[in-house]
């Protein structure tokens, strides 16, 4: 048995059953990343005393006989996620040394299930991309294709659950940063709706806009680690009681709309991106999905098109704010300076990669003063327009 390759509800059965403990699955993903990561880099660092500690406690806790489903089954972190004394770069030089002093509500939420955490995967820097390029560590490479790209932002999470060097994994969402890998390395990824899941923990890219989610091999298993990680945080103001719906009936009875205007924008115009062989795809699942029982009614978003641009600014204005914080003098890298502004110029000059330099400056020049009002309240406006349409 290949207990890398493993999906939860598998290992669950597994270690329920007592045919393998948590400590030899934790081996075999650890034997997998040594054997694999050298061409993928997936893993910024892999986490190995803090595994098998955690192992060794869930094989007492199985024993015992009070278990979940997530208990002793191993798992990979992106790295913009805090836990507790370990280091967390979000893949940026100007945090290289940074450890967290805390655990996220997620990870204090897998830790009580009696998960195990393999160590904090690659990503973009400061989730800032969609292809694993902009990381400072290195770009992640795609299992399937080394040749190719593994997406991004959390490109990493995506890789590792692809490559079996994780069961699963945790990523956060922006504008994609779960989905665009998941789908690029041949994975299941969820980004929850806002608020369904704490963001206490998470390095902040765009406040209104950032949500932590799973990485798995199937459906199912998302199911069983979005269960675990959802729920109000009263340290996360934003956050709420989601009422899960724990179907087993399928897609049957469900509604699906399919809006019309991603597949041909008004006036004939295409929309951007989507090639044949994706759009035949979408289709091909969507027929899936109505044999399946679904009722699928084509529906009209009208506002789409001005989607991109909105995120676009929202996003970037507020990653201007909240990378500020980053000014070498309360923590972040910190070189020599004659003055303040020095210090400003050659933390952050030095400490920031380009997309991440070129996301603040947009994000300020749309903040600043006599251009507020044409381009970020604009957006605002533009996404409540969007909103409606949903």
């Known amino acids: 048995m290949d207990l890398a390759s493993l999906t939860i509800?598998?290992?669950?059965?597994?270690?329920?059953?007592?045919?393998?403990?948590?400590?030899?699955?934790?081996?075999?993903?650890?034997?997998?990343?040594?054997?694999?990561?050298?061409?993928?880099?997936?893993?910024?660092?892999?986490?190995?005393?803090?595994?098998?500690?955690?192992?060794?406690?869930?094989?007492?806790?199985?024993?015992?006989?009070?278990?979940?489903?997530?208990?002793?089954?191993?798992?990979a972190i992106k790295d913009a996620i805090l836990v507790e004394g370990q280091k967390c770069t979000s893949a940026s030089k100007i945090l290289e040394n940074y450890t967290a002093p805390y655990d996220a509500t997620v990870i204090k939420k897998l830790k009580a299930e009696g998960a195990v955490i393999l160590g904090k995967t690659n990503l973009d820097e400061f989730a800032m991309g969609g292809s694993g390029e902009n990381s400072a560590y290195g770009a992640t490479k795609n299992p399937h294709d080394k040749t190719r790209v593994a997406g991004g932002s959390s490109s990493g999470s995506a890789a590792a659950v692809a490559a079996n060097q994780a069961c699963y994994s945790l990523g956060s969402d922006t504008g994609g940063s779960i989905r665009l890998p998941s789908s690029f390395c041949g994975v299941v990824g969820l980004k929850p709706t806002y608020g369904a899941v704490s963001r206490y923990g998470l390095i902040a890219f765009g406040s209104s806009l950032d949500q932590i989610g799973p990485i798995a091999k199937n459906v199912e298993d998302i199911k069983i680690v979005f269960k675990v990680i959802s729920g109000r945080d009263k340290?996360?103001?934003t956050s709420v009681d989601y009422n899960f719906?724990?179907?087993?009936?399928?897609?049957?009875?469900?509604?699906?709309?399919?809006?019309?205007?991603?597949?041909?924008?008004?006036?004939?115009?295409?929309?951007?991106?989507?090639?044949?062989?994706?759009?035949?795809?979408?289709?091909?699942?969507?027929?899936?999905?109505?044999d399946a029982g679904a009722e699928i009614e084509e529906i009209s978003l009208p506002s789409s098109e001005y989607a991109l641009a909105c995120y676009y600014i929202i996003a970037t204005s507020e990653a201007s704010a909240n990378l500020a914080r980053f000014d070498g003098i309360r923590y972040g890298l910190s070189e020599p300076a004659k003055n303040l502004l020095d210090v400003y110029l050659k933390s952050k000059g030095h400490g920031f990669g380009a997309e991440v330099k070129r996301r603040i400056m947009i994000g300020t020049y749309s903040l600043s003063s006599g251009y507020y009002d044409a381009y970020y309240k604009k957006a605002q406006e533009v996404r409540q327009l969007i909103k409606n349409d949903f």
């Open 245 to 290: 719906k724990d179907s087993e009936t399928g897609l049957k009875g469900l509604k699906i709309g399919v809006p019309k205007e991603y597949f041909a924008m008004p006036a004939g115009r295409q929309v951007k991106g989507i090639e044949p062989e994706v759009e035949k795809i979408i289709r091909n699942a969507i027929k899936k999905s109505e």
């Open 235 to 237: 340290m996360d103001a």
């Open 9 to 75: 509800k598998q290992a669950h059965e597994g270690l329920k059953k007592k045919e393998f403990s948590s400590v030899d699955l934790t081996k075999a993903y650890l034997s997998q990343i040594k054997k694999s990561d050298k061409d993928l880099n997936a893993f910024l660092f892999v986490t190995e005393k803090l595994a098998m500690a955690q192992a060794e406690e869930a094989d007492k806790k199985i024993t015992s006989g009070k278990f979940g489903e997530l208990t002793g089954v191993p798992c």
